[in-house]
């Protein structure tokens, strides 16, 4: 199913009807005794409302968690799973992710353990996992002349999660991409998440055009693989080839929503973190008109993200992050850096005594 800005919907040929919707699940007993427990703490009374207004959307539910992107900086985003996988009620089952934070997002969506992906991230080289030595030989000419395909990303992110469907995944997500051509956003994701997703809360980051005023029209896609929309939201400009999708040529999501917030606030999150891996469009160092003009894509996108952070909960850069390599290989300090980042906004927001005892009775 597609759903554009007009509320129109029509179905694809080829996609079965009566995908079984995933029934809502009870918490586990240890939950209920930390949700009592939080209520009837004699330290409510003394605690800031904002942190009690915190507590109450975790304890409500669902935890949404957006991941930005940032090439091989994607490897932090394993220690913020890391941390919220200590807490029960706080680990995220509404996701969405940009770029490399798609590939996060989708392998935890298919519950994926943490431990699985910490291993597959520690192993990603960006260059020869991801760009083939026959894509090299191969090289197109014309307007694509340059750019590699990112097929083989696509391959992998689909060997890891069984090859499975969005409606097939156990938790919600979103992969976000952007259409060159007709400027718009893409979304890709289940047919149940289309179903209930919030327009206006996405169109209140990303108004659509209006008469004379210009903006950026969000689609929603529900019948491409996650092969497909993982290589269209990892497909950086001068770079990777632009993934053809139907009529639509497809970049990285990046371009128009870096640390997709809005997406998961949209899907239903009552408590949402967005963890931010710096604008890989900003070289160090302009030392070529490419690396001049993705400076300048880079500088128009700050005041967005700093939008897009400002919606959530929790809402933050990884520490450092701006100064690490986007294609560098191996930085597996970034994981305990962004832990550890994600304890202390954790311990903040909701308090040091509540995060010990959820932690406590968590199973």
């Not at 990303?153 to 469907?165: K, P, Q, S, W």
Request: include cysteine; glycine fraction near 10%.
């Amino acid at each position: 199913m597609i759903r554009g800005g007009n509320g129109v919907e029509s179905t694809p040929a080829g996609i079965a009807a009566g995908i079984p919707v995933a029934e809502p699940v009870s918490p586990p007993a240890e939950v209920l005794e930390v949700l009592k427990m939080s209520r009837n703490s004699s330290l409510s009374k003394n605690l800031p409302l904002t942190r009690l207004r915190a507590r109450s959307r975790v304890r409500g539910g669902p935890v949404g968690l957006a991941l930005g992107g940032g090439g091989a900086r994607g490897i932090a985003h394993v220690g913020i799973l890391e941390a919220l996988e200590e807490y029960a009620l706080l680990r995220p089952s509404i996701l969405a992710g940009t770029s490399a934070g798609a590939v996060i997002a989708v392998l935890y969506a298919a519950n994926t353990p943490v431990g699985d992906i910490r291993e597959f991230s520690s192993e990603l080289n960006w260059f020869s996992h991801v760009v083939k030595f026959s894509d090299i030989l191969h090289m197109e000419e014309g307007a694509l002349a340059g750019l590699l395909p990112n097929t083989r990303l696509g391959e992998i992110v689909e060997e890891l999660i069984g090859r499975r469907t969005f409606d097939e995944l156990p938790r919600d997500v979103a992969v976000t991409a952007a259409d060159i051509q007709k400027r718009r956003r893409v979304l890709f994701t289940s047919r149940r998440v289309a179903k209930r997703i919030n327009r206006r809360e996405l169109e209140r980051f990303l108004p659509p055009p209006r008469g004379d005023l210009p903006g950026v029209e969000t689609l929603i896609v529900t019948d491409v693989s996650i092969g497909a929309a993982i290589r269209a939201s990892c497909a950086v400009p001068g770079f990777f080839r632009p993934v053809q999708v139907g009529d639509m040529y497809l970049v990285d999501g990046g371009l128009v929503d870096q640390t997709p917030v809005d997406v998961v606030r949209a899907m239903g999150a009552r408590f949402s973190i967005g963890v931010s891996l710096a604008l890989s469009f900003m070289p160090e160092k302009l030392a070529s008109p490419t690396r001049a003009l993705s400076g300048t894509v880079g500088m128009l996108g700050i005041s967005q993200l700093q939008r897009s952070l400002a919606l959530a909960d929790i809402g933050f850069q990884v520490s450092g992050i701006q100064t690490r390599s986007p294609v560098k290989a191996h930085q597996l300090d970034l994981i305990g850096i962004a832990r550890l980042d994600m304890e202390q906004k954790l311990e903040r927001t909701l308090g040091k005594e509540w995060l010990r005892r959820a932690r406590a009775h968590t199973p």
